[in-house]
């Protein structure tokens, strides 16, 4: 009686075909999982990260209203609110370098379109888009919008010295006080025109625009620049120092060498 034998195929190592090819579905299975495995961790992490820039974002959008909100009785002008608050919020969030990485367009990305002063509050409106600085597909993100309500803080009530020691109005970089914060000098009034026509233009005291050492190139390709009514410069970064207003409202006795401004004399004449 002759015994039943079954014949396995023989690779070219000599092992039997069927193990050869289990270590090879082995293979080709960690080569298909594990690349997903590894994305699925990164753009966990990734994911933290983006959670911690819409942290730090509205940390400082939240300084930037309270900080706007406390000297929002002291400037009438709703464009230098809202310039103020930009600056502040920048200043709060000019360390992280996160913003750079992830944000569509880096701080130049981001839009405070939408932001208003109101009679009563001020309303703070950021937009971005963040996009992770890698992607499988390229592209790929979300856009963001966040807001801060602040109530304006609307001075202190009762008697007081004002009429012996009254308020007024000054910038830390400004050699005058000013008696009223709608003064010309203070609103500055800020206007988008084309570079081509700068040339022709004058401000209101009929001055030439020249630009501006701080933020204009020699050979700039921007199209739009900014003007003031009054300055004398024009501006192709509307953050620039030179357009920047940090007006304190303070007691005449604490101008200290300052003198009147031209503009707030002649009109109390």
């Not at 000599?14 to 699925?40: D, H, N, Q, R």
């Not at 103020?84 to 913003?99: G, H, N």
């Not at 400004?174 to 914060?181: E, I």
Request: glycine share 6%.
């Amino acid at each position: 009686m002759q015994a039943n034998s079954t014949i396995h195929p023989i690779c070219d190592n000599g092992m039997p075909l069927c193990t050869c090819m289990k270590k090879a579905s082995l293979t080709l299975e960690a080569a298909v999982v594990y690349p997903f495995i590894t994305a699925f961790w990164v753009y966990l992490l990734l994911f933290f990260r983006v959670l911690q820039i819409q942290t730090d974002v509205q940390a400082a959008l939240s300084y930037a209203g309270r900080e706007t909100a406390a000297i929002a009785v002291s400037i009438d002008s709703e464009q230098i609110l809202l310039m103020t608050a930009k600056r502040l919020w920048k200043q709060a969030i000019e360390d992280s370098e996160r913003i750079e990485d992830y944000v569509h367009g880096g701080m130049k990305g981001i839009s405070f379109t939408g932001s208003e002063i109101t009679d009563e509050d001020i309303c703070l409106h950021i937009s971005y888009r963040l996009e992770l600085p890698f992607s499988f597909f390229p592209g790929l993100g979300y856009s963001v919008a966040q807001s801060q309500i602040c109530h304006k803080w609307i001075g202190e009530t009762g008697e007081g010295t004002e009429s012996e020691d009254p308020y007024v109005y000054i910038t830390d970089s400004g050699t005058a006080y000013h008696t009223t914060a709608s003064c010309h000098y203070l609103d500055l009034s800020i206007q988008t025109v084309n570079l081509s026509d700068i040339a022709a233009r004058r401000n209101r005291d009929d001055h030439k625009y020249y630009a501006c050492p701080h933020c204009v190139a020699k050979n700039t390709t921007q199209k739009e620049v900014y003007i003031t009514d009054y300055g004398e410069l024009y501006h192709t970064d509307e953050a620039c120092t030179a357009l920047r207003r940090h007006i304190r409202m303070v007691h005449l006795s604490e101008v200290g060498s300052r003198k009147m401004c031209s503009k707030c004399a002649q009109e109390s004449e």
